[in-house]
């Protein structure tokens, strides 16, 4: 693979400034080159990447077809055209690994929420409202379950947090291998078993063909109906209409979203105004550390090509 020259295009600057991670990639000995969005258009949607023979992006443009490499600062690589890239012999990497500590706590925080009410008593204090909740209202996440589906980076980021929180955890994964601290594992087939029993489903699976629409109204329908579903994975996991449907319907209890099937979550959404839903804007994972960990899958791969080694994150 070539590399003297790596690009970092200006969409990833909603997750950290490109200046930021080209000041951290600056002990490499390869030309760093911030792509301004606004440079070298040529009608291929955005084509300054041309004069680079790798990217570091969070969006897909369609001269990426045309280097050796990709970096996506996202773990999941649905944005990207894979068979066209693949056929193209782009080698695609992804970030996977550096999500588990953000995502962990963002869900134990959302687990938190609604356990304590902490997102009731937000929403009194912005009207100054003294209003202390029913003596029934109120409970604790110890010794309830959360079952979390996928058990990858960030289901074992969750499971490490829950865990500790005193939430007992099932998983569901592909191969039912156990997982330490997942006290069941069930294969996607047994779905509707798997969150049978458990207050809190968790989402942290990739969207694939096979994760597409999977949390559907027949595992509203076997979710106890004072449980909750956590997405951090993607919307398109959830169909999200059968979700409006149950929550509606009091099938379960409550959700909190930080992905959703299209996104920005459209102003007229149900989900907005619902008491039991807390939506967050696809930031679960956002820390200000999240370009320094870009940066050292980016270094270790630089190494890598150069010694024509394997790519780490490699997806295609
Ligand atoms: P990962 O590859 O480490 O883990 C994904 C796990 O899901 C793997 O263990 C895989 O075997 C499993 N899996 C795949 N299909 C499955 C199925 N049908 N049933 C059960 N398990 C299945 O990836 P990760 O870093 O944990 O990220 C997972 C996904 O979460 C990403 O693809 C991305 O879409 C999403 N994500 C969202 C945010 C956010 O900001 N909300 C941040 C990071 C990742």
């Not at 782009?90 to 999500?99: E, K, Q």
């Not at 963002?106 to 902490?118: K, M, Q």
């Not at 449907?245 to 909190?256: F, K, M, N, Q």
Request: hydrophobic share 40%.
């Amino acid at each position: 693979m070539r590399l003297d020259t790596l690009g970092i295009d200006s969409s990833v600057s909603v997750l950290f400034p490109p200046e930021f991670l080209a000041e951290q990639l600056s002990d490499l000995s390869i030309d760093i080159d911030v792509l301004d969005e606004s440079v070298g258009t040529d009608g291929k949607d955005g084509a300054p990447a041309t004069t680079c023979d790798a990217i570091v992006t969070f969006e897909h443009r369609e001269s990426f077809v045309d280097l050796d490499w990709i970096h996506s600062i996202q773990a999941g690589v649905d944005r990207f055209p894979q068979d066209r890239l693949e056929d193209a012999g782009v080698a695609l990497t992804n970030s996977t690994g550096i999500h588990g500590d953000a995502i962990g706590e963002t869900v134990a925080g959302y687990l938190l929420a609604f356990s304590r009410r902490l997102h009731e008593h937000i929403r009194d204090q912005e009207r100054r409202e003294w209003s202390q909740p029913d003596w029934d209202e109120a409970w604790t996440i110890a010794g309830e379950r959360a079952c979390v589906v996928g058990l990858g980076s960030l289901g074992r980021g969750v499971v490490d947090r829950l865990s500790a929180l005193g939430v007992d955890v099932d998983g569901v994964r592909r191969t039912p291998v156990p997982e330490p601290g997942v006290d069941r594992v069930h294969t996607p087939g047994e779905l509707e078993r798997a969150v049978a029993d458990a207050r809190f489903v968790v989402l942290t699976v990739p969207l694939t063909d096979e994760t597409e629409g999977m949390i559907d109204r027949r595992v509203f329908d076997a979710m106890p109906d004072d449980a909750y579903l956590i997405n951090v994975a993607r919307g398109g996991v959830v169909d999200q209409s059968a979700l409006v449907s149950a929550l509606e319907a009091g099938d379960i209890a409550g959700a909190a979203l930080d992905v959703f099937e299209r996104e920005p979550l459209p102003e007229t959404s149900a989900l907005w105004e619902m008491d039991e839903v807390i939506v967050t804007p696809h930031c679960a994972a956002f820390t200000h550390r999240y370009g320094e960990h870009v940066a050292s899958i980016v270094r270790e791969n630089v190494r890598r090509a150069r010694a024509g080694e394997a790519l780490t994150n490699r997806v295609l």
